[in-house]
């Protein structure tokens, strides 16, 4: 994961937390969890997010005997974690590009593996709206080797989002456009 943060931050533990932690800010994650995710050992992820916390970059929560960390959105730099970390995904360039080009967009969401804050090098968009299939493609292949990730796009209308919505509200997602409030 060679990235902007690689150059500011030895540990590419911390990088993979930052990630994983700022992109989508309410979801928890506990020790081992993120030990197998990141294919690392314990300890290495315990002293990181050690340090995370005593910063107040993190916080943590027990549930039982599992502690839970979750990035702080109350520390002064949450603003500035959260977009740097945006930008080294790339999804601020997959709205510029995609999002605000297709014309009549009324929703944009990040699902599954970026919704969580894992970079599995696919990003999987859901788009809601009358959108241009063909100028949609075309957007994205060039966006992809811009970011250098595959963008895998679904687009539903209105109604078939209606539709889709139970099924939807299963999986994870972040909201990254809404029409709704670009008219304010």
């Known amino acids: 994961m060679d990235s902007l943060f690689s150059g500011l931050i030895g540990s590419k533990v911390k990088i993979k937390l930052l990630m994983r932690l700022f992109f989508n800010p309410n ?5 081992r969890g993120l030990a197998r995710e990141f294919e690392v050992s314990t300890n290495s992820v315990r002293e990181e997010l050690n ?12 549930n039982g005997r599992q502690v839970y960390y979750t990035a702080n959105q109350e ?10 970390v945006g930008k080294v995904l790339g999804v601020d360039k997959v709205v510029d590009s995609i999002i605000k080009r297709l014309g009549d967009v009324e929703k944009a969401y990040l699902i599954d593996d970026y919704a969580e804050g894992k970079d599995g090098g696919i990003v999987d968009l859901l788009l809601v709206g009358n959108i241009d299939e063909y100028h949609l493609n075309d957007l994205s292949r060039k966006t992809e080797r811009y970011i250098q990730r595959k963008i895998r796009p679904m687009v539903l209308s209105r109604q078939e989002y209606e539709k889709f919505l139970p099924q939807f509200e299963k999986r994870p997602s972040i909201l990254i456009w809404n029409a709704a409030d670009q008219q304010r």
């Open 27 to 31: 979801s928890k994650s506990y020790l």
């Open 51 to 62: 340090q995370l916390t005593k910063t107040k970059l993190l916080t943590s929560e027990r």
């Open 75 to 84: 520390h002064p730099l949450y603003p500035e974690l959260k977009s740097m």
